[in-house]
């Protein structure tokens, strides 16, 4: 009895432990760095990178949890609070689904699984040089630090950036489903149906709640979310084999 009392208090301290630093590395990952587009006065920020890789290592629970509050705090640290209620709901559904998808055994050959991945890399990588080449051209700012220890630079992005971005983005995607693991692109799939879950939200939220013309916003939050696609995969593969084996609660 004293034994799986124990055990008990030891998964919930655990469960705890892992919330709490997931989403203190959501909520900095969000605040931390963002690109500033002049014209527009649109910006991305990376914290849909610790959402994904969250939800990917940890499921949907602790993935949901963290993506939703610390996504909700970043927002209130950073004076966005109006965005602060819909945030926690979008961010929380869509390190949710990213989660529980990821834990689903999806049966395929290694064959068809491949031209599973390949498409994918395909429709990603078209998706990376489309919404770069259109929106990310040109003067740019990137803000970096928090709070009063932030830096701004200012660089210029060229198209060929996109180009050479895009390319690489589909030949990791295809050579990991090759040479890899065939079904990454089940993961590519599940980050990408988050994704998708992150924009729709967003829109409808600004469209119909707050009345702002939502559609300029719709090209960046596809873009933070392929910046996250591009970064957490690799990062989650990396730290899944440092700890030899997925962490689940």
């Known amino acids: 009895m004293l034994m799986n009392s124990s055990k008990e208090g030891s998964a919930k301290s655990r469960l705890i432990a ?29 914290g849909e990178v610790m959402v994904y890789t969250t939800a990917l290592l940890f499921g949907p629970f602790i993935g949901g949890f963290a993506g ?3 996504s909700a705090l970043a ?10 209620p819909a945030t926690l709901v979008i961010k929380g559904v869509e390190g949710f689904l990213v989660g529980f998808l ?16 390949f498409l994918l890399a395909l429709i990603v990588s078209l998706i990376t040089y489309f919404v770069g080449v259109n929106f990310y051209v040109g003067a740019a700012e990137f803000s970096i630090g ?3 220890a932030q830096t701004t630079l200012s660089i210029f992005i060229p198209e060929v950036f996109w180009v050479v971005l895009s390319v690489v983005l589909f030949l990791v995607i295809v050579v990991a489903g090759f040479l890899v693991e065939p079904q990454i692109g089940w993961v590519v799939f599940s980050v990408v149906i988050g994704g998708v879950e992150m924009v729709l939200g967003y829109f409808l939220y600004e469209q119909f709640v707050l009345g702002y013309y939502a559609f ?9 979310a392929v910046i996250g696609l591009i970064i957490s995969i690799p990062l989650y593969k990396i730290v899944k084999k440092v700890t030899e084996g997925r962490v689940s609660l």
């Not at 927002?75 to 602060?84: I, R, S, W």
């Open 18 to 46: 892992f919330l709490a630093i997931s989403t203190a590395l959501v909520a900095a990952a969000t605040m931390v760095f963002q690109l500033y587009i002049p014209s527009t006065r649109g910006y991305f920020n990376i």
């Open 68 to 70: 939703g509050v610390g």
């Open 75 to 84: 927002d209130v640290f950073t004076g966005y609070f109006v965005y602060a």
């Open 102 to 117: 990821t834990t689903q055994n999806i049966p395929g050959s290694r064959k068809k699984w491949f031209m599973f991945t």
């Open 146 to 148: 928090l709070f009063s």
């Open 216 to 224: 300029l916003e719709v090209p960046f939050n596809i873009a933070q």
